[in-house]
């Protein structure tokens, strides 16, 4: 797709529109954005045919019905997604039912307008696919934009991120240049992350982590997901739990899991956190290390790390092991339902 990069560049936004010759856009976001919406909306004069701002986390299915009418109703050519992976998928949804265009605008750090991915929960179930057809046609980055992305928001949405580049360099049908953009990825977010924590209004860190959100989001775009994305989804879909929470809770877990099957990728990981480990050291060292300075990294941060801390009910930890084992995903090491437990049990409550 084409990406359009830099602080004030949402003032191109209609230009973008015009562009892919859209003349009645539906404005899709969350109702906490719609004050920005119709901002939007309002800047995009008669191009704008009305805004829909109930998008949901884990885009629930009768939430994305409502707006493919709406867009329908209002004759709808094309939508602009603005905010995080709750706008975007909404947009994806209504594209995979309509055919419309979709342009983003992202606000936060998710990456998923990178990706031609969409997701749908219905009765505690996360469906997820790939359609070329929802991949965003434009992207317009406007850093600027993310100066009143709140600071925890920031940081869980850039380690769902980091989780994007982490399982692409896991991934079975990863490549050489999908290895180097998501160890940048993640080199470029875990630099600018402590930076936002403590100067949120920093033009510079929030344009560094736009980018590294960037280039995870394009990596998984081109790769395969595996075991934690799989968790996420479903913990996500069943639980109704907050979505970049849950990965950044979950991902140091499946590194110690999936670390010792996947070397190249914990060493690519551990460079990035600048974390070194000796030529001769064990796998499951490595793995464990490398694991141990990313949950470290997100605790200094302040995201959670506990399932237990964000809603998860210790009792639903077997219905999570049945769903998982029951579809799995590819991944580098055997999933076992022994393995599973032992991991979503220390995701629970850490040490």
């Known amino acids: 797709m084409r990406v359009v990069f830099g602080p004030g560049r949402l003032a191109d936004l209609g230009g973008e529109v015009d562009r892919l010759g859209l003349r009645r856009v539906l404005v899709?976001?969350?109702?906490?954005?719609?004050?920005?919406?119709?901002?939007?909306?309002?800047?995009?004069?008669?191009?704008?045919?009305?805004?829909?701002?109930?998008a949901r986390q884990h885009v629930p299915v009768a939430v994305a019905a409502a707006a493919a009418d709406r867009a329908r109703e209002l004759g709808a050519d094309g939508c602009v997604a603005v905010g995080g992976g709750?706008?975007?998928g909404l947009g994806k949804a209504v594209a995979l039912r309509h055919g419309l265009p979709v342009v983003a605008v992202p606000t936060t750090y998710a990456g998923s307008e990178m990706t031609p991915i969409w997701g749908l929960t219905e009765?505690?179930?996360?469906?997820?696919?790939?359609?070329?057809a929802v991949l965003p046609r434009t992207v317009v980055y406007d850093p600027e934009l993310t100066r009143s992305l709140p600071v925890?928001?920031?940081?869980t949405s850039g380690l769902n991120a980091v989780a994007h580049a982490v399982e692409g360099l896991w991934a079975p049908d990863g490549t050489p240049i999908t290895a180097l953009m998501a160890e940048e990825g993640v080199r470029a977010l875990l630099a600018a992350l402590p930076a936002i924590v403590e100067r949120p209004d920093d033009l510079d860190a929030r344009s560094g982590a736009l980018q590294g959100a960037w280039l995870c989001g394009a990596v998984l775009g081109a790769t395969?997901?595996?075991?934690?994305?799989?968790?996420?989804?479903?913990?996500?879909g069943s639980f109704d739990l907050p979505h970049a929470e849950t990965h950044a809770v979950v991902l140091p877990h499946v590194v110690a899991h999936n670390g010792p099957s996947a070397p190249a990728a914990v060493a690519a990981l551990g460079r990035a956190l600048g974390v070194a480990a000796g030529p001769n050291t064990e796998a499951d060292k490595v793995a464990d290390t490398v694991a141990t300075a990313l949950a470290d990294r997100a605790r200094e941060l302040g995201a959670p790390t506990s399932l237990a801390?964000?809603?998860?009910?210790?009792?639903g930890l077997a219905q999570v092991v049945d769903a998982v084992l029951a579809a799995p995903y590819a991944n580098p090491a055997p999933v076992?339902?022994?393995s599973l437990t032992a991991l979503?049990?220390?995701a629970y409550q850490p040490a």
């Open 123 to 132: 009765d505690g179930e996360k469906r997820t696919g790939r359609d070329r």
């Open 309 to 315: 801390a964000i809603g998860m009910p210790c009792d």
């Open 28 to 54: 899709l976001g969350t109702a906490e954005q719609e004050a920005a919406l119709r901002a939007t909306a309002d800047g995009l004069g008669g191009r704008a045919a009305g805004v829909f701002a109930e």
């Open 86 to 88: 709750s706008s975007v």
């Open 336 to 338: 076992t339902r022994a």
């Open 224 to 236: 395969t997901m595996s075991l934690h994305h799989k968790l996420c989804h479903v913990l996500g």
């Open 344 to 346: 979503l049990e220390a």
């Open 152 to 155: 925890g928001l920031s940081v």
